[in-house]
């Protein structure tokens, strides 16, 4: 609660990156900006003269990051320093860079705080480095923040994702808060857990949480324990050179682990919310799915009074891997029953398996299904408050028969089915945007197919484009060598954006040209990287380098079409370089299929949204030019939606 005499007069929209006392408002993104900011100003507390990085790559849930850092670059100052990355893998590698500082020679900080982001796949992408980068470890003075982000219900995505297990993989311990201000708290207690056990620290965000926001009074306080203190027999973690890949081995399994567990332990990073010694049944909740179960347990009308009166016990896990093991020892006892309450696939229900295993009278312990192998709280798909209220409730009332449960329970039920019928008449497919240029690029001629991949071109999959199938991002065009050794079909056409391209594209064309298979590669280029919010791409990518690039790669021919090909004076382009009116696509695709081998297609017609912008800040000049559909001759048939593809033509009852 916010006192009415703390609220600013006086708003700007910088508030959300001051720290004048006043609360502030900000979202998810915009909680990890001020993260970085909160992090140097606990160092700097520290009495450390130590720097921030923040480097990654783009995708939901963590689209807009790069953009809230670049705008809020003057607020960061110069000890905060971002850089995009070309990929997430080389951003990963950047950031283990950082923790070389100390051992690489004088350095003009003491340290560096980094921070990696990127979304699921990114974070699978970037396997191998994050095991070597964890295995070589954390600077003493510096730490790793590793910010993966989960689309859970595939909301902007291609996977319906979950990072923990890459993360474990990795033996990077995972933090996963509830909401944008435990995004902060977690932040600055993971740089501190991995500067304490030498780890690299996972931080799960999730789309729910990033793309909400909230006012708050106040920054987190975080108060933590010395654990060096606490075990005395372990020497320095930190990254060290020299240094051999079996004794790195042994210190993340024999000491850098041990310690993490133990910074969990005796900072009480997983807590009991609620419950006393009577209590029954228990509840262990962790992220997102903590504040769902809040709202579940309010819809049922369980606030803590009642609940506690029913007999239910309630902890909250902070780092779902590793599991803190005495507390959820503690918490279990006395219980008869204990829910699991997580998002997607099982993973703290395993570990409290595993840790209450040999334990007297242990209780029951259910989750992801219940005792008769029924699903309760479902990995696939979204975990929501309903589905936890129905999955509670009716745990509840079949020990406790409570009636007024029991009533909420059906209200529930009721809702949750209207809410299911509804769904089916009210979502909305994605469309390309008015103008965009994929809507023209996407068409293949008669008798062809293509491959969609990551971009908005991916919507071409759901439109008549004869887009079958898609890669994950820089695979692009890679299943077609698997698939043309077996097919009877000659050719095929492979979009890619010029986003996608840069991040690692162009090495799947290498692959197709050593492969020597017969594919047109139609690389969009549309000037920015559309998908996630129209950001430039991060390094330079001119049309010239860009032919350059996939000459050099070997490719048979390469044509450039455009909506106005004099705008390249012949000696702009590398020689060889064909060059069309767009109109022309459907003759210039005919001819690229015949030619066997790898050849190229450039689309070169900026983002629709782009230009609107550049207009909207009088950076493009307005055509002024507009086409009408006289509706005295329209007779209605909407044809020209269908042949525009284009949502601004809206047919006109006439
Ligand atoms: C490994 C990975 N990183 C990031 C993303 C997020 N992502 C989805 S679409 C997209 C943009 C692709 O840009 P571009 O290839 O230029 O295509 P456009 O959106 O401009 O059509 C990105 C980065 C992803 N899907 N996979």
Redesign the pocket.
């Known amino acids: 609660m916010i006192a009415l005499s703390m609220l600013r007069t006086n708003v700007s929209l910088d508030d959300r990156y001051r720290f004048d006392g006043r609360p502030f408002y900000l979202n998810g993104t915009q909680s990890l900006v001020r993260l970085t900011m909160l992090e140097l100003r606990r160092r700097r507390a520290q009495g450390r003269h130590t720097a921030v990085y923040a480097t990654g ?4 849930p963590l ?1 807009g990051f790069d953009q809230a850092m670049m705008g809020a670059a003057k607020l960061l100052g110069k000890d905060i320093v971002f850089q995009p990355g070309m ?2 893998d080389l951003a990963a590698t950047a950031v283990w860079g950082t923790q070389q500082l100390g051992t690489f020679g004088p350095g003009r900080y003491e340290g560096v705080s980094a921070l990696w982001y ?2 699921g ?2 974070v ?2 970037t396997g191998d480095v994050l095991k070597h980068g964890n295995l070589a470890g954390s600077a003493g003075e510096g730490g790793v923040l590793v910010v993966a982000g989960d689309d859970h219900t595939c909301k ?3 996977t319906a994702h979950q990072s923990e297990f890459s993360l474990i993989a990795a033996m990077i311990p995972v933090l996963a808060p509830s909401s944008i201000a435990e995004q902060m708290e977690y932040g600055l207690i993971g740089w501190e857990l991995s500067r304490a056990s030498g780890l690299w620290a996972g931080l799960k965000v999730v789309t729910e949480i990033m793309d909400s926001s909230e006012s708050l009074a106040a920054d987190p306080m975080i108060r933590l324990v010395n654990t060096e203190a606490l075990m005395p027999s372990t020497k320095s973690l930190s990254l060290r050179w020299p240094d051999t890949p079996l004794a790195q081995e042994e210190r993340l399994h024999r000491h850098k682990m041990p310690a993490a567990i133990e910074f969990a332990r005796a900072n009480r990073l997983d807590r009991v919310i609620f419950g006393n010694r009577q209590a029954r049944l228990g509840i262990i909740t962790v992220g997102k799915a903590y504040a769902d179960t809040r709202q579940a347990m309010s819809d049922l009308g369980l606030n803590e009074h009642r609940a506690v009166a029913l007999g239910i016990r309630l902890y909250k896990v902070a780092m779902p891997w590793p599991l803190e093991p005495a507390g959820i020892r503690e918490f279990a006892s006395g219980l008869e029953e204990i829910l699991v309450i997580e998002e997607k696939r099982s993973l703290v229900e395993d570990q409290v398996r595993r840790h209450l295993y040999g334990m007297q009278n242990p209780p029951r312990i259910l989750g992801k299904h219940d005792e008769e192998g029924m699903w309760l709280f479902p990995s696939d798909g979204d975990l929501g408050a309903g589905v936890i209220a129905r999955g509670i409730g009716g745990r509840i009332v079949r020990a406790t028969q409570d009636r007024a449960v029991s009533a909420a329970l059906t209200r529930i039920n009721m809702a949750l089915n209207a809410a299911g019928a509804i769904e089916q008449f009210t979502t909305r497919p994605p469309h390309f945007c008015p103008g965009c240029p ?1 809507s023209a690029s996407t068409k293949v001629p008669e008798g062809s197919k293509a491959f969609a ?6 919507l071409a999959l759901s439109m008549e484009r004869r887009t079958e199938g898609f890669t ?3 695979g692009e065009g890679a299943n077609w060598i698997g698939l043309a050794a077996f097919s009877s079909t000659e050719h095929v056409f492979q979009n ?6 840069f ?3 162009s090495l799947a064309i290498r692959a197709a040209v050593a492969a020597n298979v017969n594919i047109t590669y139609k690389i ?1 280029y ?1 000037h ?5 919010g129209g950001q430039a ?1 991060d390094g330079e990518l001119t049309l010239r380098r860009l032919c350059r690039q996939v000459a050099a790669e070997g490719v048979k021919q390469i044509v450039l079409v455009s909506d106005d090909p004099a705008r390249y004076p012949r000696d702009a382009l590398p020689n060889g370089i064909e060059m069309h009116h767009r109109d022309e696509i459907d003759a210039v695709q005919r001819s690229l299929r015949e030619t066997k081998g790898v050849t190229v297609l450039i689309y070169d017609q900026t ?1 629709a949204t782009e230009v609107r912008r550049l207009r909207k800040r009088g950076k493009l000049p307005d055509p002024g030019l507009t086409i009408i559909i006289n509706d005295l001759v329209c007779e209605g048939c909407g044809d020209c939606s269908h042949a525009s593809n284009c949502l601004a033509v809206i047919p006109l009852e006439t």
């Open positions: 790559y783009r995708g939901s689209g990929n997430e990127g979304k796949p990114g699978d992408r902007s995505s291609t994929h991949g990551i971009g908005c071109h991916y994950q991002m820089g890619i954006g010029d986003g996608t391209y991040h690692s594209g969009l549309n920015a990287v559309a998908m996630t791409i983002c």
